[in-house]
């Protein structure tokens, strides 16, 4: 029986939504929960787009009703899609209660939202607060050193997203698994009638624009270009140039990446710092979700004593695998349909 004293019973690298989900299902459950966030204030980043799927998940959550209604511009029964000039509008499907309607969030008030939510379940949220490196006993991750001092923990979350964290700190390889996918986005103010009902995802062989209303009088594009030429600083979708920039545009680097490790005894990886793809697949939140509270089951079956580490490490690292290699099958064909290869 281990018997050694520990500051907390899960220390957690960042305040995303898996961050955010793996402390509120863990505080949930009555372990002790501290999480890291760097920034003092959540920055706009794209993932606007949330699948309908999403919903009982975040009644899971405890999100929902009017708080989650705060943090929601629009609803939509599916997306028009344009790829190779072959027009057509995808519906996310229905049943006995009617058509199935996904979300457009302000993703800075919906990380916020979850973020908030994981204090009131009992987590610890240090905000801002860097984790430096790895606190290792007897060659076992026993912590985190932060720039409030050592934290000594009985499991490391890593939700750092694309930063990674956990893959540097350790070495674990992240192969790339698609050519470099540079995804520029931008926001505009104003009106766009025609993109107010439901969002459009328009491709050819010199690659994919997403746009879509996020909020009444403010959309958000999203581009990746697969023939190798730059979005220039000012450039705007033809449909949205009669709006107003909010700001310059971003980049984010989306290439397919899984780490060869998502879990070993004493850690987990979720959501993008474990897996990355693009946005074409509208999975990134969802799946972030889901990382972070599949996580915080096996953590709490762990820490409880039913699940040897190596069990659960290895249980946890085959499903998020296998979810990767069926989504990014399904992407590859996606890609297919252009005359694109590389993707695996």
Excluded at 40 to 53: A, K, N, S
Excluded at 149 to 171: F, H, I, N
Aim: a negative charge; proline letters at 6%.
């Amino acid at each position: 029986m281990e018997t050694r004293h520990y500051d907390t019973d899960l220390a957690i690298i960042g305040g995303g939504p898996a961050g955010s989900a793996t402390a509120i299902a863990c505080a949930a459950a009555g372990l002790r929960v501290q999480l890291f966030e760097r920034d003092m204030f959540i920055g706009e980043r794209p993932g606007e787009t949330l699948h309908p799927g999403i919903e009982p998940l975040l009644a899971q959550l405890g999100v929902e009703g009017e708080r989650l209604a705060n943090v929601v511009g629009a609803r939509h029964q599916g997306v028009w899609i344009d790829w190779n000039g072959k027009r057509r509008f995808e519906p996310f499907g229905a049943d006995a209660q009617g058509p199935w309607r996904g979300f457009q969030v302000r993703r800075t008030a919906f990380d916020a939202m979850l973020l908030e939510r994981a204090a009131e379940a009992g987590a610890v949220v240090r905000q801002p607060c860097t984790v430096s490196s790895l606190l290792m006993q007897d060659e076992i991750i026993s912590g985190v050193m932060t720039t409030d001092g050592p934290l000594t923990a009985r499991m490391v979350v890593d939700a750092s997203g694309r930063a990674q964290w956990l893959c540097r700190e350790l070495g674990i390889d992240k192969p790339a698994r698609s050519p470099r996918l540079i995804a520029r986005y931008g926001y505009a103010d104003g009106s766009c009638p025609e993109r107010n009902a439901a969002p459009q995802m328009c491709g050819d062989q010199s690659g994919w624009l997403w746009t879509a209303m996020v909020w009444p009088g403010t959309y958000q594009w999203t581009k990746v270009a697969l023939d190798g030429c730059k979005t220039a600083p000012g450039w705007m979708p033809e449909e949205l140039r009669h709006l107003t920039p909010k700001g310059p545009s971003r980049g984010a680097d989306v290439t397919w990446r899984i780490a060869s490790e998502t879990a070993r005894p004493g850690w987990f990886m979720v959501g993008d710092a474990a897996a990355v793809l693009d946005p074409t697949s509208s999975h990134g939140v969802l799946k972030a979700l889901m990382s972070g509270m599949t996580a915080a089951q096996l953590i709490g079956a762990v820490l409880a004593g039913s699940a040897s580490p190596a069990e659960a490490a290895g249980l946890y690292h085959d499903w998020l695998a296998g979810w990767f290699a069926n989504d990014a099958a399904q992407l590859a064909q996606f890609y297919g349909q252009l005359g694109i290869t590389g993707f695996r």
